[in-house]
T-cell receptor, first 116, second 108 residues
């Protein structure tokens, strides 16, 4: 069964709206979660590493003021796309390693964001 | 720079044929490599990791450091193997770098 849950699965909104996406670890605590972006027929690109209790670490070229990440608890990380525009339309996926050490990451179902 | 290359976007085979999905990497340290699979309308899920050296659903992958490759193989493809396959490399803490993916189509 799913161990990482994302909500919503699909959101359509007008340009200029801010959209929040939630990523939850269901039966384990995740001090670190990861946010990816996937364009159609392309690979997953890591956007940022979400760290519980501290600031997120963003990959080069990702605007931190555009993509706000909050990891307020050990089971929840949120990604807020601020003032979204059509070019922000994409598939956003989160993941979390389950357990300590070199555990593989478990992925959420992803959130399809469509900005009109 | 760390990079994962999957040269084939699409691989089409008939049921029962052998399958090899290619993956090459560049990494300055000691890599940890994975294969993830995404079936239609499902989430990305782990298929194999090189440190486990196991066979999952008939698939195997051997890390070849000399050739910097981690090709995914299966001797007899099944229709249910049709999916998107991603090779990934883990570096530093938990960051994963993905290849561009290969779509495997297995025809009856």
């Amino acid at each position: 069964g799913a161990v990482v849950s994302q909500h919503p699965s699909w959101v359509i909104c007008k340009s200029g709206t801010s959209v929040k996406i939630e990523c939850r670890s269901l039966d384990f605590q995740a001090t670190t979660m990861f946010w990816y972006r996937q364009f159609p027929k392309q690979s997953l690109m890591l956007m940022a590493t979400s760290n519980e209790g501290s600031k997120a670490t963003y990959e080069q070229g990702v605007e931190k003021d555009k993509f706000l990440i909050n990891h307020a608890s050990l089971t929840l990380s949120t990604l807020t796309v601020t003032s979204a525009h059509p070019e922000d339309s994409s598939f956003y996926i989160c993941s979390a390693p389950r357990g300590a050490g070199n555990q593989p990451q478990h992925f959420g179902d992803g959130t399809r964001l469509s900005i009109l | 720079a760390q990079r994962v290359t999957q040269p084939e976007k699409l691989l089409s085979v008939f049921k029962g044929a052998p399958v090899e999905l290619k993956c090459n990497y560049s990494y300055s340290g000691s890599p940890e490599l994975f294969w993830y699979v995404q079936y239609s309308r499902q989430r990305l899920q782990l298929l194999l990791r090189h440190i486990s050296r196991e066979s999952i659903k008939g698939f195997t992958a051997d890390l070849n450091k000399g050739e910097t490759s981690f090709h995914l193989k299966k001797p007899f493809a099944q229709e249910e193997d049709s999916a998107m396959y991603y090779c990934a490399l883990r570096h530093n803490t938990d960051k994963l770098i993905f290849g561009t993916g290969t779509r495997l189509q297995v025809f009856p």
